[in-house]
């Protein structure tokens, strides 16, 4: 038994290096805009999850009966434990709200690349406010984390649209509320499935061939001139595109940004602007995606409270980073290694160790009976910067040799120089 259940991935101390260093940038970037960070338990009850628009993340629900036979699951996205969290607490938060996370979600998915079973989700959201300038300030945020790993708008696209083009476009032909966010859910696999099961999915939903003539030819447009032919001057998708990408460009990120209709996201929550990350090869998986979610807490039993965010996982992109020889190489490093060259100088290596932390150095104290030559081999694999040694003659007269593994230097200090 040393494979793990399928679709989950152990981390070896190699691998939390580098996911501590992506969680890190990840960090990094939420509070330099001023995020805040907050969690909740992976396990909550199944009821948070079960809408019923036929979102492939509800029919991928780990859920199960717990000991006291109540219904629960591991989350699969972080966004309802947030909308519980703000909900019971409506009222008493100061607004706006600016909250990021690193959960881990659970999806019942086919595995494949940049896909698995557990995922780390970076959350990034903020609530309390419909202004577009929060939504501008998300893509920021974004922004900044792949300037920080080395990559630019030459390797990265932000495609953003607004669930309101579509809106327009068929609620003048009667669709709306649910049918609306279930017409969306099967657009939203228009890259994976083929053109003939999207249109048989559409038509079993009831709409008419000229509906989903409607919905085919809205969601080919990629720039906004023809969505204004589509849609008229006064339309208020524009309006509101039109601003964002205004203020998009007011931060500079526009060469990151391209206006692109087919962007309507698979859940149903959204109501307004909506946007996904790719690689510009298109190699890849969406590598984030987020949006405005206005209506959520209603559907949850509360009071409504506008909210925009997005989520990033952990696996596209270092699929991407390593696809562009990016990902760094990080070494464990220690400060020291401490090795007492016989077991009578044990005690004195502790004293040495202890104090050496008590100054702030990270030290890997040699636990067993060791030779030097091991002690060579053991510092270079951990990438230590000096190895203090703990030697007869040397402590015989209260001196360590202490050798610098950077320069080769080597010398004799007494415990109190060290
Ligand atoms: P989502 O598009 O379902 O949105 O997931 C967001 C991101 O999580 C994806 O773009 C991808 O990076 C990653 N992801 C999702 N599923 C998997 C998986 N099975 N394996 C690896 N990575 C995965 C949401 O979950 C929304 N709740 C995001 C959000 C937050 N919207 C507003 N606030």
């Known amino acids: 038994m040393t494979q793990g259940v399928r679709g989950t991935r152990d981390f070896y101390p190699e691998d939390m290096r580098l996911r501590n260093w992506l969680f890190d940038n990840f960090i990094a970037a939420s509070l330099l805009h001023g995020f805040?960070?907050?969690?909740?338990?992976?396990?909550?009850?199944e009821g948070l999850y079960t809408r019923k628009q036929g979102e492939e993340i509800t029919k991928q629900l780990y859920n199960f009966q717990d000991k006291?036979?109540?219904?629960?699951?591991?989350?699969?996205e972080m966004t309802p434990s947030l909308a519980r969290m703000v909900m019971a607490r409506a009222g008493s938060l100061p607004m706006p709200i600016k909250w990021f996370s690193i959960p881990q979600c659970w999806r019942y998915e086919r595995t494949q690349r940049g896909r698995g079973r557990e995922h780390y989700q970076w959350n990034v959201d903020i609530w309390g406010t419909t202004e577009l300038s929060a939504d501008a300030e998300l893509i920021s945020v974004i922004v900044t984390f792949f300037e920080e790993i080395g990559l630019t708008s030459e390797d990265i696209v932000i495609r953003v649209s607004s669930r309101k083009v579509l809106e327009e476009v068929l609620g003048s032909l009667g669709v709306e509320g649910d049918l609306f966010a279930k017409t969306?859910?099967?657009?939203?696999?228009?890259?994976?499935?083929s053109s003939e099961v999207i249109e048989e999915q559409l038509s079993d939903l009831g709409h008419s061939s000229e509906v989903i003539g409607k919905i085919q030819s809205?969601?080919?447009?990629?720039d906004m001139s023809n969505l204004v032919d589509a849609l008229g001057k006064e339309s208020a998708a524009i309006a509101e595109l039109t601003t964002l990408f205004d203020l998009i460009d007011s931060y500079?990120?526009?060469?990151?940004?391209?206006?692109d209709a087919s962007i309507v996201r698979g859940l149903a929550y959204y109501t307004g602007s909506v946007f996904e990350a790719h690689d510009r090869e298109g190699k890849f998986r969406a590598i984030c995606g987020g949006g405005r979610y206005d209506n959520l807490l209603s559907t949850l039993g509360g009071k409504d409270l506008p909210a925009t965010g997005f989520g990033f996982g952990d696996m596209v992109i270092m699929e991407l980073l390593a696809d562009k020889n990016l990902v760094p190489e990080l070494i464990g490093g220690v400060d020291d290694i401490v090795l007492p060259l016989n077991q009578d100088l044990r005690d004195i290596a502790v004293r040495v160790a202890a104090a050496l932390r008590l100054s702030?150095?990270?030290?890997?104290?040699?636990?067993e009976d060791k030779k030097m030559k091991w002690a060579f081999k053991h510092a270079e694999r951990v990438g230590a910067k000096r190895l203090v040694l703990l030697a007869p003659d040397e402590w015989s007269r209260k001196m360590i040799k202490v050798k610098d593994l950077e320069t080769g230097e080597e010398k004799e200090v007494s415990l109190k120089d060290l």
């Open 36 to 45: 805040e960070e907050y969690d909740a338990p992976v396990l909550e009850h």
């Open 68 to 76: 006291g036979e109540r219904k629960v699951a591991l989350r699969p």
């Open 184 to 193: 969306c859910i099967i657009v939203d696999k228009m890259d994976k499935l």
């Open 218 to 222: 809205v969601l080919g447009i990629k």
């Open 252 to 259: 500079g990120m526009s060469e990151w940004i391209q206006f």
């Open 360 to 367: 702030d150095r990270t030290v890997d104290l040699v636990l």
